[in-house]
């Protein structure tokens, strides 16, 4: 761990943050432009989008001082989050986690080998902003997309020029550095960027006395540069590296913890991740009709290792190749457009034991995917409709669509609704198993496929000092894929469901303007999710998040309370000697956190906050203990 000290203060010296404006106070941010909600290259309003979106501006990222961007979502409506070390889900309406495709400057980082991506490596950079689309984004995307889209965008050259940096250190041997670069000029932006994150962690096993401690380092670029006239050449680039400890289960089926996560020396684990974008968009007919060519690449391995050296490893690799044309009609009052999108995309992976029990030959898989999107704006009603049909190597070809409308029904009410159907391919473990004698492989498997529906109202009040929102959902979810343990081994293997998992729930959410520096934003979800009547594990019924912010005059400083609350749900445990999982209850768990930040010069900010300040004792997974109360301070400086 101590190796990344050195390296944080060579990052942080002589580098500048540069201050952020006051964040709109909507949870759906009015007037804030949407990257990924269309395919379409053209920028999207939020208040033309049809559907259900949260906007998480880089002004909110940096006041409530987020440095993993899966404690932001925690804030928005129907994402359930569950971390332990080394693999971080999130769950978004009830679906599961390989259902949400998550985008990092347009590029796809899933895992091509697990099928989903361990968000707890995604670090928010300095600058950094997002977007959640909720609801079955297969239309657009393809597999992946079921319950959603998470799109996570470092900052440009442009919109936050210059040179910055952050340094603090606190609690548990914690330290976290960052630092970018910003260029611009009237053809041309470029940024660098770099995180840095080193802690020694916590006991995570109930009555463990081993620290559980992470390292993490975060490179990125990303610029455009305008070749001529209506023509842009743009690239992005980022690696990832991840190494921790984490802790493994007792199977000694004699011991009185049989089950449970236990204090496991020598158990770590390292990944590295490589992306990488490059882009040529030609707009021609004087803008109207615009065309984008694009590349991309995600190469990512991991490897475990235990007390006598690596122990199991898998390496996964996409490469996808994409054209998107659209075609503008109509005027100012009435603006429609028309997208063609194809996407080619290869996937390969394998398996990495060093003791040969599992297979280890490359596999792939290889996908077409056919776009046709629809869009139509004015100022009584927003329109959507898409279509995609997905022609892969391995699994039947599969057509999905999605329909979106809004109506302006008064000037400050919006009603809106969406319908659409989503699809999930099988992922290599699932087909080929990763340990022969502890998980087979089952290559019978079908994808499994969603149909979903929503409808929502928006309603402002006092000039927009109320702004609220709430959304009814309804889905359904046919072959899911389960890992079953048949008799008479009762060895794990997955297997396609008969039966259907259904999923409903009820999102809220209020921004309020309290004062002239004052504003609260808070968001509620009920959730429904079941398979076959039996509930869905690690969904909270209950999920609840309040946030309560105050401004000093002339910007000379900040606080901000975060209350979040998860309530009760069911997990997994495998504390029976046959091996099946037993359903176990885990409590309803409430965290309060508090960030401040004070200005000390022009150039310099000192900061701090108390995370888990009640110092609450809650396990996201069975048995798996969480951290308690810590305490960060740093400072950052701008020139």
């Known amino acids: 761990m101590r190796n990344y000290l050195?390296?944080?203060?060579?990052?942080?010296?002589?580098?500048?943050?540069?201050?952020?404006?006051?964040?709109?106070?909507?949870?759906?941010?009015?007037?804030?432009?949407?990257?990924?909600?269309?395919?379409?290259?053209?920028?999207?309003?939020?208040?033309?989008?049809?559907?259900?979106?949260?906007?998480?501006?880089?002004?909110?990222?940096?006041?409530?001082?987020?440095?993993?961007?899966?404690?932001?979502?925690?804030?928005?409506?129907?994402?359930?989050?569950?971390?332990?070390?080394?693999?971080?889900?999130?769950?978004?309406?009830?679906?599961?986690?390989?259902?949400?495709?998550?985008?990092?400057?347009?590029?796809?980082?899933?895992?091509?080998?697990?099928?989903?991506?361990?968000?707890?490596?995604?670090?928010?950079?300095?600058?950094?902003?997002?977007?959640?689309?909720?609801?079955?984004?297969?239309?657009?995307?393809?597999?992946?997309?079921?319950?959603?889209?998470?799109?996570?965008?470092?900052?440009?050259?442009?919109?936050?020029?210059?040179?910055?940096?952050?340094?603090?250190?606190?609690?548990?041997?914690?330290?976290?550095?960052?630092?970018?670069?910003?260029?611009?000029?009237?053809?041309?932006?470029?940024?660098?960027?770099?995180?840095?994150?080193?802690?020694?962690?916590?006991?995570?096993?109930?009555?463990?006395?081993?620290?559980?401690?992470?390292?993490?380092?975060?490179?990125?670029?990303?610029?455009?540069?305008?070749?001529?006239?209506?023509?842009?050449?743009?690239?992005?680039?980022?690696?990832?590296?991840?190494?921790?400890?984490?802790?493994?289960?007792?199977?000694?089926?004699?011991?009185?913890?049989?089950?449970?996560?236990i204090d496991s020396p020598d158990m770590r684990f390292e990944q590295d991740a490589i992306y990488a974008l490059a882009g040529l968009n030609v707009a021609t007919l004087e803008g109207r009709w615009t065309h984008d060519f694009s590349g991309q690449l995600a190469d990512i391995s991991r490897d475990s290792f235990g007390p006598f050296g690596r122990s199991f490893g898998h390496e996964g690799q996409r490469l996808k190749a994409s054209y998107v044309s659209t075609y503008k009609l109509g005027g100012p009052a009435f603006a429609h457009s028309l997208t063609f999108a194809a996407d080619v995309e290869r996937e390969s992976f394998r398996n990495t034991d060093p003791f040969g029990f599992a297979f280890t030959g490359r596999r792939s898989a290889r996908n077409v995917g056919l776009v046709g999107e629809y869009r139509a704006a004015s100022e009584l009603f927003d329109l959507s409709a898409a279509i995609r049909h997905d022609l892969n190597n391995r699994f039947t070809d599969t057509t999905t669509f999605r329909l979106a409308g809004a109506i302006q029904a008064a000037r400050a009410t919006r009603i809106r609704a969406a319908y659409g159907t989503g699809i999930k391919n099988p992922g290599f473990y699932e087909l080929y198993g990763y340990v022969d004698g502890r998980f087979i492989g089952n290559a019978d498997l079908t994808p499994e496929k969603s149909t979903g529906w929503e409808a929502g109202i928006d309603q402002s009040l006092g000039d927009d000092v109320l702004r609220l929102s709430a959304t009814w959902f309804d889905s359904e979810l046919s072959h899911e894929i389960f890992t079953d343990y048949p008799a008479p081994d009762y060895l794990a293997s997955p297997a396609n469901r008969d039966t259907k998992s259904k999923q409903k729930g009820l999102e809220l959410s209020a921004c309020a303007r309290l004062g002239p520096q004052v504003t609260l934003n808070a968001a509620y979800s009920w959730l429904d999710a079941e398979e076959n009547g039996t509930e869905e594990v690690r969904r909270p019924a209950n999920i609840a998040s309040a946030a309560l912010a105050w401004r000093a005059p002339r910007d000379a400083g900040s606080a901000t309370l975060i209350v979040r609350h998860n309530g009760a749900s069911d997990d997994l445990a495998f504390i029976d000697p046959s091996y099946v999982p037993l359903t176990v209850r885990l409590d309803a768990y409430t965290l309060v956190n508090l960030a401040a930040e004070a200005r000390v010069t022009n150039r310099v900010r000192a900061f701090g906050r108390v995370e888990n300040l009640l110092d609450e004792t809650y396990e996201q997974v069975f048995s798996f203990v969480s951290p308690g109360r810590s305490v960060i301070a740093g400072l950052r400086v701008t020139l």
């Open 6 to 261: 050195l390296a944080a203060s060579a990052i942080v010296l002589g580098q500048p943050l540069p201050a952020f404006a006051e964040p709109d106070i909507s949870d759906d941010a009015g007037g804030a432009i949407l990257v990924n909600a269309s395919r379409s290259s053209e920028p999207l309003a939020t208040e033309d989008y049809p559907g259900s979106v949260t906007v998480l501006s880089s002004e909110e990222i940096e006041r409530r001082q987020v440095r993993d961007f899966a404690d932001l979502l925690r804030d928005v409506p129907s994402v359930a989050v569950s971390g332990v070390a080394g693999q971080t889900q999130l769950r978004l309406r009830g679906s599961e986690a390989n259902h949400v495709l998550v985008l990092v400057d347009g590029i796809e980082v899933s895992d091509p080998f697990a099928g989903e991506l361990e968000i707890g490596a995604l670090q928010a950079e300095i600058g950094s902003s997002g977007e959640v689309l909720r609801g079955p984004q297969s239309a657009l995307y393809g597999s992946d997309a079921i319950g959603g889209v998470i799109s996570y965008r470092s900052a440009s050259g442009r919109e936050a020029p210059g040179v910055s940096a952050r340094l603090e250190a606190g609690s548990f041997g914690t330290v976290n550095a960052a630092a970018r670069a910003g260029f611009s000029s009237d053809s041309h932006e470029f940024a660098l960027g770099a995180t840095l994150v080193s802690t020694d962690g916590t006991p995570n096993a109930r009555g463990g006395t081993r620290d559980i401690g992470r390292d993490g380092l975060t490179l990125s670029a990303k610029g455009s540069v305008d070749l001529a006239a209506g023509v842009r050449l743009r690239f992005a680039g980022r690696y990832v590296r991840s190494e921790g400890q984490f802790n493994d289960q007792d199977f000694d089926s004699s011991s009185p913890t049989f089950g449970y996560v």
